[in-house]
């Protein structure tokens, strides 16, 4: 039996799965991986991960009504 050795790490942070949690990511046809601490980054600006997730610049952030 073979090991898979693919660590996968943040596309905002670039922590591994092995310092914090990681969750999946599927956007515009592409698998990425987000940490725990960066979904408030794609939640609230997700234009500051344009250079790391293709079309981020055209999610528009979570609106609040408080």
Not at 12 to 21: A, L, T
Not at 27 to 49: E, R, T
Request: aromatic share 6%.
């Amino acid at each position: 039996m073979s090991q898979n050795d693919t660590t996968f790490h943040c596309l905002n942070c670039e922590k591994s799965e092995k310092e914090i949690p990681l969750v999946n990511l599927r956007y515009n046809g592409a698998q990425n991986w987000i940490c725990s601490s960066c979904i408030p980054v794609l939640i609230h600006k997700p234009y500051q991960l344009a250079e790391k997730l293709a079309g981020a610049e055209n999610i528009p952030p979570a609106e609040h009504n408080h």
